[in-house]
């Protein structure tokens, strides 16, 4: 069961929704305009639960495009709910724009309800009186700030919601969130709605015009996907202003809360450094990642091109993740980037037998002896891998026996590392190797793997050979 909750821009449209959620997922800010697409979010009240639609400010009188597309996106979330909540400011009174929202939800078929919203005090409740004219019936004094009427707005909700018919089931299954994050203006949002084949979000020349991430469900065959569209991350050196602070920081967030993630790039450019950056920052997130060279179709590049930027990827980044190539526009190559999330979701859940594992170990000894040490004087010692075994996924993690920690070398642990992916079709999964000495064996694995401490991400050095 959904609500939709619509309204003039700047009446506290999102500020209740977080109020109501207990939440803070819906971005806020003094400033008109700030929420764009339609956001759902999980509510819950007295047992019974909903998801309420966050839409951006309806204003019908501005011809600006952009707001063009966010009066299509709050009339797409009013035919997507069953109740409709409209959101208007005590404080400004009646505004046109609320008459002709009232006009438009008088003619749906929508359980209504007027949030008085801006009621922060008792003497400014008889202030909501004056809603009665928009013919919604008798509006509720609410205070996103304070929290007054909160109470009574969600006991209207679910009185409406239960005199609605009941909606079917989502189907069951495993979930693979996926998140589409790179940097502003290269197509994340296009991909999104090519993916779901409508224009679920708002796609605009201007950078910058996702500002917060969007969960969305997707069905490919009987696998359930969420997709979560981000908004652009740039160098924190260029961020502007706070709400573009904020909103990077959720498309951050989002990658953290991913199983899989597509870093989207423009073709035309290349893979450049802050992609990588993007990149990594989703590999450290422990997302399995794919690297997308989106508008393909426009630089027209040969394979030479493309065989380029994948040797850049696998110098670059230690996880090695595929760079496919896509058009969001005309849709080539789209429907193969679902399969290698799929592929990638699997890899993130599944689980290798011990005894095939074994079997992989005794094949790298066999192919690269261990390295020997000097240690306490002059005996030389040989690392030995004794056994080997997975404990753990999303994301892997394999623990192998050895008979000294001291002895381990950054490069061997890479070599098993980079065979371990070549063999098992781990490109961009992140994986976790313990070694663990045989001393310790039966303790508690710690939260924290004691593995070989590999190199920092290189800025300084990412910048002066992104663009040879």
Same mark, same amino acid.
């Given at each position: 069961m959904k609500v939709a909750v619509v309204g003039y821009p700047n009446v506290g449209k999102s500020s209740l929704i977080n109020r109501l959620? &207990?939440?803070? !997922?819906?971005?806020?800010? !003094?400033?008109?305009?700030?929420?764009?697409?339609?956001?759902?979010? !999980? =509510?819950?009240?007295?047992?019974?639960? #909903?998801?309420l639609i966050d839409t951006g400010g309806v204003d019908f009188q501005d011809e600006d495009p952009l707001a063009s597309s966010i009066r299509d996106q709050a009339k797409a979330g009013l035919a997507d709910a069953q109740v409709a909540v409209l959101v208007v400011d005590v404080r400004a009174g009646i505004r046109p724009g609320d008459e002709e929202m009232a006009d438009l939800l008088r003619r749906s078929p929508l359980g209504m309800i007027v949030a008085a919203n801006k009621c922060d005090g008792v003497d400014e409740i008889p202030l909501a009186a004056e809603f009665h004219r928009l013919g919604l019936g008798a509006p509720i004094p609410v205070s996103a700030a304070q929290g007054l009427g909160s109470g009574d707005l969600l006991d209207r909700i679910v009185e409406l919601l239960d005199l609605s018919p009941p909606t079917p089931d989502e189907p069951d299954g495993d979930t693979v969130r996926l998140?589409?994050?790179? @940097?502003p203006n290269v197509g994340k949002s296009s991909l999104v709605n090519r993916f779901l084949g409508e224009e679920r979000v708002i796609v605009s020349a201007l950078a910058g015009t996702t500002r917060d991430a969007i969960d969305m469900p997707l069905m490919v065959g009987e696998r359930k996907l969420t997709l979560v569209d981000t908004a652009g991350m740039r160098r924190q050196s260029k961020v502007a202003d706070s709400i573009e602070y904020y909103t990077a920081l959720r498309s951050q967030r989002a990658a953290e809360r991913a199983d899989v993630a597509l870093v989207v790039c423009d073709a035309r450019e290349g893979v450049t450094a802050q992609d990588l950056r993007v990149a990594e920052l989703?590999?450290?997130?422990? =997302?399995?990642?794919?690297?997308?060279?989106?508008k393909w179709d426009v630089r027209e590049g040969s394979e030479d091109d493309l065989d380029h930027e994948?040797?850049?990827?696998?110098e670059k980044l230690r996880l090695r993740p595929r760079v496919l190539t896509a058009s969001a526009l005309t849709g080539r190559h789209v429907a193969r980037l679902l399969t290698e999330v799929l592929a990638l979701g699997d890899r993130m859940a599944g689980r290798i037998p011990t005894a095939e594992l074994n079997r992989f170990l005794a094949e790298a000894v066999q192919a690269r002896q261990p390295p020997v040490g000097t240690r306490r004087g002059s005996s030389q010692h040989r690392l030995k891998l004794i056994y080997m075994?997975?404990? &753990?996924? @999303?994301?892997?993690? #394999?623990?192998?026996?050895?008979?000294?920690?001291?002895?381990?070398? @950054?490069?061997?642990?890479?070599?098993? !590392?980079? @065979?371990?992916?070549?063999?098992? &079709?781990?490109?961009?999964v992140p994986l976790v190797i313990d070694f663990v000495e045989r001393g310790q064996r039966g303790r508690e694995v710690p939260a924290r793997p004691p593995r070989v401490d590999f190199p920092d991400f290189d800025d300084d050095h990412l910048e002066q050979t992104a663009n040879p």
């Amino acid at each position: 069961m959904k609500v939709a909750v619509v309204g003039y821009p700047n009446v506290g449209k999102s500020s209740l929704i977080n109020r109501l959620t &207990g939440t803070r !997922e819906a971005v806020v800010h !003094e400033r008109p305009g700030v929420t764009r697409d339609r956001k759902e979010l !999980e =509510c819950e009240w007295n047992g019974r639960q #909903f998801k309420l639609i966050d839409t951006g400010g309806v204003d019908f009188q501005d011809e600006d495009p952009l707001a063009s597309s966010i009066r299509d996106q709050a009339k797409a979330g009013l035919a997507d709910a069953q109740v409709a909540v409209l959101v208007v400011d005590v404080r400004a009174g009646i505004r046109p724009g609320d008459e002709e929202m009232a006009d438009l939800l008088r003619r749906s078929p929508l359980g209504m309800i007027v949030a008085a919203n801006k009621c922060d005090g008792v003497d400014e409740i008889p202030l909501a009186a004056e809603f009665h004219r928009l013919g919604l019936g008798a509006p509720i004094p609410v205070s996103a700030a304070q929290g007054l009427g909160s109470g009574d707005l969600l006991d209207r909700i679910v009185e409406l919601l239960d005199l609605s018919p009941p909606t079917p089931d989502e189907p069951d299954g495993d979930t693979v969130r996926l998140a589409i994050i790179g @940097r502003p203006n290269v197509g994340k949002s296009s991909l999104v709605n090519r993916f779901l084949g409508e224009e679920r979000v708002i796609v605009s020349a201007l950078a910058g015009t996702t500002r917060d991430a969007i969960d969305m469900p997707l069905m490919v065959g009987e696998r359930k996907l969420t997709l979560v569209d981000t908004a652009g991350m740039r160098r924190q050196s260029k961020v502007a202003d706070s709400i573009e602070y904020y909103t990077a920081l959720r498309s951050q967030r989002a990658a953290e809360r991913a199983d899989v993630a597509l870093v989207v790039c423009d073709a035309r450019e290349g893979v450049t450094a802050q992609d990588l950056r993007v990149a990594e920052l989703a590999m450290k997130a422990g =997302c399995a990642t794919a690297i997308v060279l989106n508008k393909w179709d426009v630089r027209e590049g040969s394979e030479d091109d493309l065989d380029h930027e994948r040797a850049r990827v696998a110098e670059k980044l230690r996880l090695r993740p595929r760079v496919l190539t896509a058009s969001a526009l005309t849709g080539r190559h789209v429907a193969r980037l679902l399969t290698e999330v799929l592929a990638l979701g699997d890899r993130m859940a599944g689980r290798i037998p011990t005894a095939e594992l074994n079997r992989f170990l005794a094949e790298a000894v066999q192919a690269r002896q261990p390295p020997v040490g000097t240690r306490r004087g002059s005996s030389q010692h040989r690392l030995k891998l004794i056994y080997m075994a997975q404990i &753990g996924e @999303r994301p892997p993690r #394999f623990a192998i026996q050895i008979n000294s920690r001291a002895r381990v070398t @950054r490069d061997y642990a890479y070599f098993l !590392e980079n @065979r371990l992916r070549a063999r098992y &079709g781990m490109d961009g999964v992140p994986l976790v190797i313990d070694f663990v000495e045989r001393g310790q064996r039966g303790r508690e694995v710690p939260a924290r793997p004691p593995r070989v401490d590999f190199p920092d991400f290189d800025d300084d050095h990412l910048e002066q050979t992104a663009n040879p």
